[in-house]
Every structure is written in structure tokens, then in C-alpha cells.
């Protein structure tokens, strides 16, 4: 039954790609066809265009760079690899570079460069171990970035209150946190407002010293006492002192938002709505945000921390496909990416940062000209992210995403009732 399953899943996948081939541009270009299987946003958009023109300007090899977007998820990609239709670039995020290298999908870019001119600064030392495994170059970045908070400024001077500092404590976000959602919630409304719509458990962790892993990465560390306080924590401020929603408060409010007229726009619409004074997110929330009116005015601060403050940093990325059909010709997308041309699109697109540290000191990133009210928390991210940043941590025993999936299936168990703090960790740290 399972040989029977894999026969036809890789069927389907195959003819996924027939339909990607037959709906693409039929229009003959005369050059050879790079296929790059990445996330549609709206920076993907007009890169095919952008890569040629940089392409003829620097005299290298002609080509039709065509974008496949019906076929990105992880399961999909490996079963393109093994049945011989591979795209010719694959992206992904930090953690799938590392699985895809270890069932041999990626080509060493360390050999398949060297005769290109590669820049000597060609990654951010702050997401080396996510494109490097074992010294191997896996892929190189489209943009890096880490989450922080951004912060209502104008929530808080509603209230008579200041917006937290770049730098606290978590007693110091219990503390603020009780105050503003007492002022912002007088009268017990039915709609109430929360002082912030998550909280990172990753990143607060990190703070207390706390790693998922040991230090050998083959036993799991999260049955610390400190992890079941921290839990215990969390899920007081969400049924207690109500300064996080619930799934059900978040359920009441998107449909209270989904009735009014317009387009609300998600948690993030959420956000520009004031039902939380801030949100733990990314650069790339200004993508939305500059479509919504009015304009935020906003700040960004560190996650709390419990004595050592911290970030994770991440990229996405783009590897060349082991398997792909034009291997010398899709590696100049490679220096593409290095380029100042796909640097400064990423700053002004606001797809997270650009991928190399020295375009996130130009002004149009700290001061992007059309955008005035966004001044501040940008160079904040830039500089956060250097200062404090921590990339993510893998084993060569246990994929990241598996154990990531298996302790949000106990958290999600502990906020529900399941599982009582001290199960939930038990319930993480199983072997």
C-alpha cells in the first residue's frame, strides 16, 4: 500500500509539472529555460526581468528565468528531485537547506563557483549555519531577518503611557502589560484589546539559557524547570491576566473584522485595527501595512528577556537543485542575488532585509524616502539583528522541522487543557 502511495503521489507530481510547463509562456525566447520553484510574493514578481537585464549588463550567459509557484512545498520538491524533474533552483527557508543536503538534493556551490567572481562578503555571518553544512555551501540568501517587536506608538499615548524600551525584562512586559490592557479595556467591553498578539517561546527560552537540544544535539532539553515556569508564564498571561489572545478571542475578532466594510487584511490588519498594541513580526509586515490607512506610526523593541537578551535570525534562500538540467547557467542567479540591484529591490520592497549587511546602512533602508513614518524601527531591525542575533539550532539526528512540529503539538495540548506544565514538558522532552 505505501509503494502503491509513493507511485501515486510522484504521478501527481509529474503532471503538476506538465501543467506549471503548459501554462507557461509559449512564446519561444531563443535561450535556454531556468526553472525556479520559490513562494509567489510580490518581490518574486519582476525578478525574471530584473535578473536579465542584470544578466546582458554584465555579459554573461542569456536566459529565460521562469518562475514555478504551484510547486514549493518541501514534500513536493523532494518528489520532483527523486523522479528526475527537479527545478533548476529551489528555495527555502533556514531549516529545509540543512534536509535537503542530507538526501543529497543540493549541489556543493563551493566547487560550482569558484571560476565566477564572487564577492568575498557573500553571506551574513548571522545565517552561516543555515546556507553551510560540514563546510559545504548550500545556498545563498534572497533576504534575511528576524522577528521583533513593533509597537502602536500612538496605543500607548492614547492611554497616557510610553511604549516600552528596546530593552526589558519579562517581569517588566507582565508589569506594562497589566496596566495598558486595564486602561485600554475599561468597562469589561465584549471585544477586548490585547497588549500584544504573541509571544516567541523560542526566543524567550534562549533568554532564561535554555536551548531545545543538549550540547551533544541527542537529547532534548526543554524538561527544564525553568522551560515549565516560563510555560506556566505564558499560559497565565493568556487565560489570566488576558494580556495575549486566545484561539477563541482570535476567532471573535476576525469575524467581527471580516463584517466591516473593506479590506481588513488578517493579523495584520488586526494590528492597524488596535486590537493589540504590538506584534511580534518581521520587517516584511510594512508590505502590508503601506496599504492600509492611515499610516502607523510605529517602534520596534527586543522580545522581553529573562537575563539574556537575544533573537533568532533567519533567510530564505535559493540552492541549485542536484538534479536540475542547467546547472553552469543557473549559478549566475547566484551572484544575481549578490548583486545591488536584488539588494536595494529587497530594500525597497521590504521583503524582509537585504540579504548583505552593508546595503542595511544606505539611507533608503534606515530612511526609506516615500515612507517617512517608518523611520526608526528599520535600522532598529538591522542593528537588533547584528547586536543579538542567534541563528537557529540543528542536529544531524533529528530534522528541525520534526521536533519544532513536536513541541507545538504539546504547547497547543497545554493552552487547550490537555496537558497540564509539568506533562507538556514531559511531553516535549520524549526521545
Not at 192 to 199: G, L, T
Not at 225 to 238: E, V
Not at 306 to 319: D, E, H, K
Not at 364 to 383: F, I, Q, S
Amino acid at each position: 500500500m505505501k509503494t502503491l502511495f509513493l507511485a501515486i503521489l510522484t504521478c501527481l507530481i509529474v503532471f503538476s509539472q506538465v501543467v506549471v510547463v503548459r501554462r507557461a509562456p509559449t512564446v519561444e525566447t531563443g535561450v535556454p529555460i531556468i526553472y525556479w520553484s520559490t513562494m509567489l510574493t510580490p518581490s518574486r514578481v519582476p525578478t525574471p526581468g530584473m535578473y536579465r537585464a542584470w544578466l546582458k549588463k554584465h555579459g554573461y550567459p542569456d536566459m529565460d528565468l521562469r518562475i514555478d509557484t504551484y510547486n514549493t512545498s518541501s514534500s513536493k520538491v523532494i518528489v520532483q528531485s527523486v523522479s528526475g524533474v527537479s527545478p533548476d533552483l529551489i528555495s527555502g527557508f533556514s531549516w529545509d537547506f540543512q534536509y535537503y543536503d542530507k538526501i543529497g538534493m543540493l549541489e556543493n556551490l563551493g566547487p560550482r563557483m569558484k571560476d565566477l567572481p564572487v564577492p568575498t562578503a557573500s553571506f551574513d555571518p548571522q545565517v552561516s549555519n543555515d546556507l553551510f553544512r560540514d563546510g559545504k555551501r548550500l545556498a545563498y540568501s534572497v533576504n534575511a531577518g528576524t522577528s521583533l517587536f513593533f509597537v502602536n506608538r500612538e496605543a500607548y499615548e492614547r492611554l497616557g503611557m510610553k511604549p516600552p524600551a528596546t530593552r526589558w525584562t519579562i517581569d517588566e512586559f507582565e508589569t506594562l502589560g497589566r496596566e495598558w490592557v486595564a486602561k485600554a479595556n475599561p468597562g469589561k467591553p465584549k471585544l477586548r484589546k490585547f497588549f500584544a498578539d504573541n509571544v516567541d517561546r523560542e526566543t524567550l527560552r534562549r533568554s532564561l539559557g535554555l536551548s531545545v537540544l543538549n550540547e551533544t544535539c541527542t537529547a532534548s532539553r526543554l524538561n527544564d524547570p525553568r522551560h515549565r515556569d516560563l510555560l506556566t508564564r505564558i499560559q497565565r498571561w493568556i487565560r489570566e491576566d488576558r494580556l495575549l489572545p486566545s484561539a477563541a478571542d482570535m476567532e471573535s475578532m476576525v469575524q467581527e473584522a471580516s463584517g466591516s466594510a473593506g479590506n481588513w487584511g488578517g493579523g495584520t490588519g488586526l494590528f492597524h485595527r488596535g486590537y493589540w498594541a504590538m506584534t511580534f513580526t518581521a520587517r516584511h509586515v510594512y508590505i502590508r501595512l503601506r496599504e492600509l490607512k492611515p499610516l502607523m506610526n510605529l517602534v520596534a523593541v527586543e522580545s522581553p528577556n529573562g537575563g539574556f537578551p537575544n533573537c533568532v535570525t533567519r533567510t530564505y534562500g535559493v540552492a541549485l537543485a542536484a538534479g536540475g538540467k542547467h546547472k553552469d547557467l543557473s549559478r549566475y542567479f547566484m551572484m544575481f542575488l549578490l548583486s545591488p540591484e536584488h539588494n536595494r529591490w529587497m530594500t525597497e520592497i521590504v521583503d524582509q532585509m537585504p540579504p548583505l549587511p552593508e546595503f542595511r546602512k544606505e539611507r533608503a533602508y534606515t530612511h526609506p524616502p516615500a515612507w517617512t513614518n517608518e523611520w526608526g524601527p528599520h535600522a532598529t531591525v538591522a542593528d537588533r539583528f547584528t547586536a543579538i542575533g542567534i541563528g537557529s539550532e540543528y542536529s544531524p539526528f533529528i530534522h528541525y522541522t520534526a521536533y519544532q512540529q513536536f513541541e507545538r503539538r504539546a504547547w497547543d495540548a497545554l493552552i487547550s487543557g490537555v496537558l497540564t506544565p509539568d506533562q507538556a514538558v514531559a511531553e516535549m522532552s520524549q526521545k
